[in-house]
């Protein structure tokens, strides 16, 4: 997405912050942000209402403008694959090799940035499903992937609570690194056979408790996307909320012990028990640690964007050169995961003790 249009949504949610807390199965009204969801706005999908009435006062409000323009980008999408008929058949895989085919993808990922916005507001996973439906879609057309969608794939799963997949994504781009030609051919079979937004990545169940390193032998945190360390830090930020809160029903349980027993207990286990998997309570920290520190030596403006973002919001950004690069690296995490990140109980407070309250940063 162009990044005057990030910055100027970015501010509009400093505006509106969510009045939910996480996105729900059932959406909730987005007009009066009370009752839940019943119908969604026949014309984008995007936007849920209790009522006709809730729905009205909102198309008017605003919504309007959005809707006309998903609308738009859809009916898009959909008239430019009539002709492409033929390359669907045959070519999955293949589609960058085709002059014709590139504004296809383009104009799919226009639709997938309008859904992330929408998703933004809407408080609904159905709407992340639809962006992630169209990243997965150019990324199975194209077996090479499209750098500016695989960087923010990950980030897409995250939303939706699908930290397995999202560990495998990263996981499948890293160990498949080669030339361009080689990548295609060692990508293609993963391609054929595929429907219409299906997931071609391996899947392996609790990974997302591995270290990322080690899974990836010739991978360190020098030479992975810095998208890839922020989305690997929310999986496991995750993972220690989990631990907290598994200790915390651990000691509800022991509570009819004595509290030197408690004690003890809480010393000997660095070990525990989280679906199903047994997990290192120490190494995970350690990882979340080395993730931050990897962050902010690659770029120094990311992680105290988070906290803060308004000195990148709203300085005049430098156009061209390394610092342009990192500015727009850090608009990026901002637009597809802060609020995912900003979510997990305790990870605010882990970057304010390092980065402190607010901290300020020059762009
Ligand atoms: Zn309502
Ligand atoms: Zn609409």
């Keep these: 997405m162009d990044t005057r249009n990030v910055v100027r949504f970015l501010r509009s949610l400093q505006n509106d912050p969510p009045f939910y807390e996480d996105c729900y199965e059932v959406p909730v009204c987005a007009a009066c942000h009370n009752r839940p969801g019943v119908a969604c706005c026949s014309h984008c999908q995007t936007a849920w209402y209790c009522s006709r009435h809730c729905r009205k006062a909102h198309y008017n409000k605003g919504h309007k403008q959005i809707c006309c323009v998903i609308v738009e980008a859809q009916n898009r999408v959909n008239r430019m694959a009539i002709p492409l008929r033929r390359l669907f058949e045959t070519q999955v895989g293949n589609f960058i090799s085709f002059r014709e085919t590139r504004a296809y993808l383009e104009a799919c990922c226009d639709l997938m940035d309008l859904y992330v916005q929408a998703a933004q507001t809407a408080a609904s996973n159905d709407v992340w499903e639809k962006a992630l439906f ?7 057309l194209e077996a090479t992937g499209l ?3 695989r960087s923010v794939n990950p980030f897409l799963l995250l939303n939706l609570h699908r930290d397995d997949d999202a560990f495998n994504f990263m996981r499948y781009w890293m160990k498949s690194q080669g030339t361009l030609e080689e990548t295609r051919d060692s990508l293609l079979p993963f391609h054929e056979g595929t429907q219409k937004g299906d997931w071609i990545y391996p899947r392996e ?26 989305a690997l830090l929310i999986i496991k930020c995750r993972i220690l909320v989990a631990i907290g809160a ?6 509800l349980a022991l509570g009819s012990v004595n509290g030197q027993r408690i004690h003890e207990v809480h010393s000997t286990v660095t070990e525990m028990v989280i679906d199903g998997e047994l997990v290192n309570i120490e190494s995970q ?9 990897a962050i902010h030596r690659e770029n120094a403006i990311i992680l105290p964007a988070i906290l ?8 005049e950004l430098p156009q061209s050169g390394a610092r342009a690069a990192q500015c727009e690296e850090a608009l990026n995490v901002l637009m597809y995961c802060a609020r995912c990140l900003l979510r997990v109980s305790g990870a605010k ?15």
Excluded at 134 to 140: G, K
Excluded at 246 to 251: D, G, L, Q, V
């Design 134 to 140: 169209y990243a997965l879609e150019v990324q199975r």
């Design 147 to 149: 750098v500016e969608v």
């Design 205 to 230: 169940p609790k990974c997302r408790f591995l270290n990322f390193f080690e899974t990836c032998p010739d991978r360190n945190d020098r030479n992975v996307p810095v998208e890839f360390l922020v």
């Design 246 to 251: 598994t200790c915390k029903s651990a000691n």
């Design 285 to 293: 920290r350690q990882q979340a640690d080395q993730l931050v520190d």
């Design 308 to 315: 803060n973002p308004a000195p990148l919001l709203n300085s």
């Design 349 to 363: 407070e882990m970057l304010e003790r390092r980065f402190g309250h607010n901290p300020s940063y020059s762009v």
